[in-house]
Protein backbone atom coordinates (compact mmCIF):
# COMPACT_ATOMS: atom_id res chain seq x y z
CA UNK A 1 0.00 0.00 0.00
CA UNK A 2 1.58 3.31 -0.81
CA UNK A 3 1.45 6.28 2.45
CA UNK A 4 -0.29 9.10 0.56
CA UNK A 5 1.97 12.21 0.46
CA UNK A 6 0.61 15.30 2.08
CA UNK A 7 1.80 18.67 1.63
CA UNK A 8 1.38 18.81 5.80
CA UNK A 9 -0.13 16.39 8.33
CA UNK A 10 -3.99 16.98 8.44
CA UNK A 11 -5.68 17.37 11.78
CA UNK A 12 -6.88 14.51 13.90
CA UNK A 13 -10.46 13.48 12.98
CA UNK A 14 -13.04 15.18 15.02
CA UNK A 15 -15.00 12.51 17.15
CA UNK A 16 -17.42 12.55 20.08
CA UNK A 17 -17.67 9.74 22.83
CA UNK A 18 -20.46 7.52 22.75
CA UNK A 19 -22.18 6.72 26.09
CA UNK A 20 -21.05 3.13 27.76
CA UNK A 21 -18.50 2.48 25.29
CA UNK A 22 -14.95 3.04 24.72
CA UNK A 23 -15.75 3.87 21.42
CA UNK A 24 -15.84 7.23 19.38
CA UNK A 25 -18.40 8.60 16.72
CA UNK A 26 -16.71 10.30 13.87
CA UNK A 27 -17.96 13.63 13.32
CA UNK A 28 -18.54 14.43 9.40
CA UNK A 29 -20.90 17.71 8.41
CA UNK A 30 -22.67 19.66 11.49
CA UNK A 31 -26.05 20.69 10.01
CA UNK A 32 -27.73 22.83 11.74
CA UNK A 33 -32.30 24.13 12.16
CA UNK A 34 -32.97 27.50 13.01
CA UNK A 35 -36.14 28.36 14.78
CA UNK A 36 -37.83 25.01 15.47
CA UNK A 37 -39.69 25.06 18.28
CA UNK A 38 -42.79 28.18 18.77
CA UNK A 39 -40.96 31.45 20.31
CA UNK A 40 -43.18 33.78 22.04
CA UNK A 41 -43.34 36.06 18.69
CA UNK A 42 -44.19 33.12 16.46
CA UNK A 43 -47.50 31.85 18.67
CA UNK A 44 -50.45 31.00 16.33
CA UNK A 45 -48.40 31.53 12.84
CA UNK A 46 -48.62 28.82 9.98
CA UNK A 47 -44.75 27.06 10.08
CA UNK A 48 -42.56 28.10 7.58
CA UNK A 49 -39.73 26.10 5.71
CA UNK A 50 -37.38 25.35 8.12
CA UNK A 51 -34.07 27.43 7.72
CA UNK A 52 -30.72 25.15 7.41
CA UNK A 53 -27.11 26.51 7.71
CA UNK A 54 -24.04 24.65 9.05
CA UNK A 55 -20.64 24.71 11.23
CA UNK A 56 -17.73 23.21 10.41
CA UNK A 57 -16.87 19.40 12.60
CA UNK A 58 -13.98 21.48 13.76
CA UNK A 59 -16.40 23.80 16.17
CA UNK A 60 -17.56 19.97 17.81
CA UNK A 61 -16.13 19.62 21.38
CA UNK A 62 -16.52 17.38 24.17
CA UNK A 63 -19.36 19.51 26.86
CA UNK A 64 -16.89 19.63 29.59
CA UNK A 65 -14.62 22.07 31.25
CA UNK A 66 -14.77 25.77 29.97
CA UNK A 67 -16.63 27.25 27.12
CA UNK A 68 -14.32 29.41 25.15
CA UNK A 69 -15.41 32.84 25.15
CA UNK A 70 -15.17 33.93 21.22
CA UNK A 71 -14.07 37.08 20.35
CA UNK A 72 -15.87 39.93 18.39
CA UNK A 73 -18.89 40.23 20.38
CA UNK A 74 -20.92 41.76 22.73
CA UNK A 75 -23.67 39.42 22.95
CA UNK A 76 -22.40 35.89 23.41
CA UNK A 77 -25.77 33.46 23.59
CA UNK A 78 -26.39 30.19 24.89
CA UNK A 79 -29.06 27.53 22.47
CA UNK A 80 -29.37 24.01 23.87
CA UNK A 81 -30.57 21.52 21.25
CA UNK A 82 -31.07 18.02 19.94
CA UNK A 83 -28.16 16.45 18.04
CA UNK A 84 -29.51 13.47 15.93
CA UNK A 85 -26.18 11.56 14.71
CA UNK A 86 -26.88 9.76 11.54
CA UNK A 87 -25.70 6.28 11.24
CA UNK A 88 -26.57 5.47 7.56
CA UNK A 89 -26.05 7.72 4.41
CA UNK A 90 -28.88 8.09 1.97
CA UNK A 91 -30.48 10.54 -0.35
CA UNK A 92 -33.81 11.86 -0.80
CA UNK A 93 -35.07 9.82 2.31
CA UNK A 94 -38.67 9.69 2.96
CA UNK A 95 -40.08 10.78 5.87
CA UNK A 96 -41.22 7.11 6.87
CA UNK A 97 -37.85 6.25 6.74
CA UNK A 98 -36.05 8.48 8.16
CA UNK A 99 -35.48 7.37 11.75
CA UNK A 100 -33.54 4.32 10.56
CA UNK A 101 -30.92 6.73 9.50
CA UNK A 102 -30.01 7.48 12.65
CA UNK A 103 -27.47 6.16 15.10
CA UNK A 104 -27.83 7.84 18.33
CA UNK A 105 -28.58 11.03 20.01
CA UNK A 106 -26.89 13.94 22.37
CA UNK A 107 -27.35 17.17 24.07
CA UNK A 108 -25.87 19.63 22.18
CA UNK A 109 -24.95 23.64 22.66
CA UNK A 110 -25.65 26.18 20.02
CA UNK A 111 -23.01 28.88 21.01
CA UNK A 112 -24.20 31.94 19.06
CA UNK A 113 -22.18 35.56 18.76
CA UNK A 114 -26.19 37.01 18.92
CA UNK A 115 -25.60 40.74 17.81
CA UNK A 116 -23.41 39.75 15.09
CA UNK A 117 -26.25 37.31 14.19
CA UNK A 118 -28.98 40.30 14.27
CA UNK A 119 -26.88 41.91 12.00
CA UNK A 120 -26.89 39.18 9.64
CA UNK A 121 -30.43 38.86 9.90
CA UNK A 122 -30.83 42.68 8.80
CA UNK A 123 -28.69 42.95 6.50
CA UNK A 124 -29.69 39.63 4.65
CA UNK A 125 -26.03 38.23 5.13
CA UNK A 126 -25.00 34.29 6.09
CA UNK A 127 -24.77 33.72 9.71
CA UNK A 128 -21.22 32.03 9.70
CA UNK A 129 -19.75 34.86 10.96
CA UNK A 130 -22.33 34.39 14.19
CA UNK A 131 -22.44 30.78 14.47
CA UNK A 132 -18.94 29.49 13.07
CA UNK A 133 -16.04 29.76 15.83
CA UNK A 134 -13.44 27.33 18.13
CA UNK A 135 -15.58 25.35 20.15
CA UNK A 136 -19.12 26.85 19.25
CA UNK A 137 -20.58 23.31 19.38
CA UNK A 138 -19.96 20.91 22.23
CA UNK A 139 -22.12 18.06 22.87
CA UNK A 140 -22.56 15.44 24.52
CA UNK A 141 -21.88 11.54 24.71
CA UNK A 142 -24.21 9.81 21.88
CA UNK A 143 -26.82 7.50 23.33
CA UNK A 144 -27.24 5.30 20.34
CA UNK A 145 -31.02 4.43 19.44
CA UNK A 146 -30.32 0.67 20.26
CA UNK A 147 -30.29 1.52 23.74
CA UNK A 148 -32.06 4.20 24.24
CA UNK A 149 -34.50 4.53 21.69
CA UNK A 150 -35.44 8.00 20.28
CA UNK A 151 -36.57 10.49 22.74
CA UNK A 152 -39.50 12.29 23.44
CA UNK A 153 -38.68 14.30 26.77
CA UNK A 154 -37.78 17.56 27.48
CA UNK A 155 -34.90 19.43 26.62
CA UNK A 156 -33.09 22.39 29.60
CA UNK A 157 -30.84 25.26 30.15
CA UNK A 158 -30.06 26.20 33.55
CA UNK A 159 -27.59 29.20 33.64
CA UNK A 160 -25.64 30.27 37.39
CA UNK A 161 -29.22 27.90 38.87
CA UNK A 162 -31.64 29.93 36.87
CA UNK A 163 -33.36 27.83 33.96
CA UNK A 164 -33.92 30.16 30.95
CA UNK A 165 -35.01 27.15 28.52
CA UNK A 166 -37.60 24.63 28.99
CA UNK A 167 -39.55 22.84 26.52
CA UNK A 168 -40.65 19.17 25.35
CA UNK A 169 -39.18 17.50 22.28
CA UNK A 170 -42.58 17.19 20.87
CA UNK A 171 -42.91 20.85 20.13
CA UNK A 172 -40.45 20.66 17.36
CA UNK A 173 -42.15 22.65 14.59
CA UNK A 174 -40.26 20.50 12.49
CA UNK A 175 -39.30 16.77 13.37
CA UNK A 176 -36.48 14.72 13.53
CA UNK A 177 -38.04 12.71 10.67
CA UNK A 178 -39.10 15.75 8.36
CA UNK A 179 -35.65 17.41 8.95
CA UNK A 180 -33.76 14.21 7.94
CA UNK A 181 -36.15 13.89 4.66
CA UNK A 182 -35.85 17.56 3.71
CA UNK A 183 -31.73 17.80 4.15
CA UNK A 184 -31.45 14.57 2.56
CA UNK A 185 -33.33 16.24 -0.16
CA UNK A 186 -30.70 18.80 -1.08
CA UNK A 187 -27.77 16.89 -0.60
CA UNK A 188 -27.03 13.42 0.64
CA UNK A 189 -26.55 12.69 4.18
CA UNK A 190 -23.66 10.59 4.95
CA UNK A 191 -22.98 8.19 8.15
CA UNK A 192 -21.23 10.73 10.62
CA UNK A 193 -22.83 13.83 10.15
CA UNK A 194 -25.01 15.71 13.18
CA UNK A 195 -27.96 17.47 12.62
CA UNK A 196 -28.29 19.66 14.90
CA UNK A 197 -32.70 20.35 15.57
CA UNK A 198 -33.31 23.95 16.76
CA UNK A 199 -33.47 25.29 20.09
CA UNK A 200 -36.58 26.51 21.86
CA UNK A 201 -37.34 29.93 23.41
CA UNK A 202 -35.57 31.80 26.15
CA UNK A 203 -32.28 31.96 24.05
CA UNK A 204 -29.83 34.76 26.37
CA UNK A 205 -26.19 36.15 27.16
CA UNK A 206 -23.36 34.59 28.87
CA UNK A 207 -20.91 36.27 30.73
CA UNK A 208 -17.56 35.08 31.83
CA UNK A 209 -17.63 33.12 34.92
CA UNK A 210 -21.11 31.61 34.18
CA UNK A 211 -21.93 27.86 34.72
CA UNK A 212 -24.15 26.77 32.37
CA UNK A 213 -26.09 23.20 33.19
CA UNK A 214 -28.53 21.70 30.82
CA UNK A 215 -29.60 18.34 29.05
CA UNK A 216 -32.43 15.82 27.45
CA UNK A 217 -34.55 13.91 29.14
CA UNK A 218 -33.11 10.08 28.34
CA UNK A 219 -30.25 11.50 26.74
CA UNK A 220 -27.66 13.44 28.46
CA UNK A 221 -26.73 16.23 30.62
CA UNK A 222 -23.48 18.54 30.27
CA UNK A 223 -22.13 21.19 32.55
CA UNK A 224 -19.73 23.76 31.81
CA UNK A 225 -18.44 26.44 32.64
CA UNK A 226 -17.74 30.01 30.36
CA UNK A 227 -14.33 31.42 30.21
CA UNK A 228 -12.90 35.09 30.21
CA UNK A 229 -13.32 37.27 27.28
CA UNK A 230 -9.99 36.91 24.88
Given at each position: ?????????????????VAGSQQRFPV???FCVGRNYPWP???????????????????????????????????????????????????????????????????????????????????????????????????????????????????????????????????????????????????????????MTGSPAGVDT?????????????????????????
Amino acid sequence: MTMTDYVFTPDVPVTLPVAGSQQRFPVGRVFCVGRNYPWPDSQGQARKPPVFFMKPASNVIDATGEVQYPTQTEDFAHEIELVVAIGESGANIPESEALAHVWGYAAGLDLTRRDVQRQAKEQGLPWEGAKVFDGAAPMTAIVPVSRAGHPAGELWLNVNGQERQRDSLDNQIWSVSEVISRISQAIPLRAGDLIMTGSPAGVDTLHPGDLINAGIDGIGQLEMRVGPRP
